[in-house]
């Protein structure tokens, strides 16, 4: 929070480091000989936020819902088919691999499977040191200080420089992953599911790593999950992605207590309670059916086959994401816990501009 906002002055909108407008990534089903088209999965279809500087968001959804992917195009390892990606003023949205080069520094990527991501022939110290290497930022004679330095800031020993991946435990794996995301001391990480292939104990230590990095380093996140727990202790706003689209985006504490998307309420239902009499008073809301196909989404609300609420204009008329409450944008006809004087079935098609919120 700002001293303004501490001595109760109205803060002004901080702004964004990235913006994304209108994202798209569609892969092309291919058929024949000749691999003619014949259709699209639409992994990514139209996904509009900003990210602000100092400030973790969320992206949470089921398998499939297009998370991965759209953290991928944010960091340019995926080329997008459409929209815009807007980095600290300068568009990269297809910016060449030449240019791109230098962009590296700035936004980084922690990966999911800290066994994977990790190559089993290089050591520790040629692992992290890799991008100073690319980069040709460093000398080959302050590498090894350097990686060391990051060594100990994420929790491991120095003296790790020369041993090799299958020496250590998935903790200590994404460790390492996350020190050769800070090497070149980036502005934003986006971080793919950097916990769920870890033991509950081993999650914790490392989402409080982050935690503690993010504040000495001033970093912003990008984190996707699957785990609302996780996603709740870490972040400050979050998106909730269904089929390729955000359906509704609200800080942290609106989106928990006061849900407006029925997808979003089918989600918070699943969490797991510790006190067993809170858990036996919850409802719990199961979903019917699968995830449709990206291949071939429902028409209109994508949601509407799966949904309690769904009436006619939800299969005729696809809701647009727009701001119901200050800084709770949702993609919905007949949204809960609406404010008053909303009008279920009367949402209107409108641009949300930067969102308004109070970042930590």
């Known amino acids: 929070m700002s001293p303004a906002e501490k001595d109760g002055a109205t803060a002004a909108t901080p702004e964004a480091l990235l913006s994304v407008r209108g994202l798209e990534k569609h892969f092309p089903v291919t058929k024949g000989l000749l691999k003619k088209q014949v259709a699209a999965v639409r992994a990514v279809d139209g996904v509009s936020f900003d990210v602000f500087k100092g400030e973790t968001l969320g992206v949470v959804g089921e398998s499939g819902c297009g ?58 110290g040629a692992i992290v040191g890799a991008p100073y290497r690319i980069q040709g930022i460093k000398t080959e004679q302050s590498i090894k200080k350097e990686v060391q330095d990051i060594l100990a800031l994420v929790g491991l020993n120095p003296e790790h420089y020369n041993r090799y991946p299958h ?5 200590q794996r ?49 984190i996707i999950a699957h785990d609302l727990s996780v996603v709740r202790h870490i972040s400050d706003r979050v998106a909730v992605m269904y089929l390729g ?78 701001e119901l409450a200050v800084g709770h944008q949702v993609a919905c006809h ?23 919120t109070t970042v930590r």
């Open 67 to 124: 998370k991965t992917t759209m953290g991928r195009l944010i960091t340019r390892l995926l080329e997008p088919t459409g929209g815009e990606i807007v980095f600290e003023g300068h568009d990269i949205t297809h910016m060449p691999q030449t240019r791109l080069r230098p962009l590296r520094r700035d936004i980084q990527m922690i990966f999911q499977d800290p066994y994977s991501s990790l190559n089993p022939r290089h050591t520790v």
């Open 174 to 222: 994404q460790r390492i992953g996350i020190a050769r995301t800070l090497t070149l001391k980036p502005k934003l990480i986006v971080a793919d599911e950097p916990v769920s292939a870890l033991d509950v104990s081993i999650q914790a230590q490392v989402v409080n790593l982050l935690e503690d990095l993010q504040n000495e380093l001033d970093l912003t996140y990008v």
């Open 245 to 322: 689209k955000i359906v509704e985006l609200a800080d942290r504490k609106s989106l928990y207590e006061s849900p407006m998307h029925p997808y979003t309420n089918a989600l918070m239902s699943a969490v797991p309670i510790p006190d067993p009499a809170r858990r036996k008073d919850r409802k719990r809301i199961r979903l019917q059916g699968d995830v449709p196909s990206p291949l071939n989404p429902p028409p209109a609300c994508r949601f509407h086959t799966r949904c309690w609420k769904a009436q006619e204009i939800c299969k005729k008329v696809e809701p647009p994401l727009v």
């Open 334 to 356: 007949f949204p809960e816990n609406a404010p008053e004087g909303f009008t279920p079935g009367d949402v209107t098609a409108a641009d949300p501009g930067p969102l308004k």
């Open 167 to 171: 020496e250590f435990s998935g903790g």
